[in-house]
């Protein structure tokens, strides 16, 4: 099944959605959905996001400081929630959450670390997909000695946070020039083993 994230987040916080953007696309059978990178013509950005939320499983919001000043994550958020779509909301510390996803849990944003919060998103996403009998299960891995992508299957929940607590990375070979690789657990970065 192809699964649609909506990512909903303000101006000022682009640096940690295009983080999230190049890791969820690196997981098979997601499709990622950002309103403002969106190219319609003729579209305007409410038909955008209109479009975005009805066709999408998931949403994340990230709220942060600089979200507080705008209305359209809040409008995000209440639109999603009122076509039962579950939300992953990331909240950065010292935002007095209301509304919709106050009694909802949510993950702290990590100023700084924001990787760790990557984890978090792609831990929630498995568990939310698993209740509807559905899973993520491979992920891309793009050689760095050959530039070639192929897929692997995804680590179980409790390999990836036993890999992160023990500081270690996933091991791979390459399928197409055998080149040793390492996965990075928080964000599925591939390098090549020096």
């Excluded at 950065?92 to 924001?114: A, V």
């Excluded at 978090?120 to 899973?135: D, G, L, T």
């Excluded at 491979?138 to 000695?145: D, K, L, M, Y």
């Excluded at 946070?161 to 197409?176: L, N, T, V």
Aim: proline share 2%.
């Amino acid at each position: 099944m192809k699964y649609r994230v909506f990512i909903s987040y303000a101006t000022g916080d682009e640096s940690n959605v295009k983080e999230l953007y190049d890791t969820l696309s690196r997981l098979e059978d997601i499709d990622i959905y950002i309103p403002e990178w969106i190219t319609q013509d003729g579209k305007s950005l409410v038909h955008k996001i209109k479009d975005g939320l009805n066709s999408s499983n998931l949403a994340i919001a990230l709220i942060t400081f600089n979200s507080t000043n705008t209305m359209w994550l809040n409008q995000e958020i209440g639109y999603a929630t009122a076509k039962n779509i579950p939300v992953i909301s990331v909240v950065e510390k010292g935002i007095d959450i209301k509304g919709f996803i106050e009694e909802q849990q949510h993950i702290t944003f990590q100023r700084g670390d924001f990787k760790y919060n990557i984890y978090q998103i792609i831990s929630k996403m498995r568990e939310i997909f698993s209740q509807s009998n559905s899973s993520i299960t491979h992920f891309q891995i793009t050689c760095s000695a050959c530039n070639k992508k192929y897929s692997e299957l995804l680590p179980m929940q409790k390999n990836i946070d036993d890999a992160i607590e023990q500081s270690r990375k996933f091991s791979y070979q390459c399928k197409f020039c055998s080149t040793a690789l390492h996965v990075e657990p928080t964000t599925l970065n591939t390098q090549s083993v020096s």
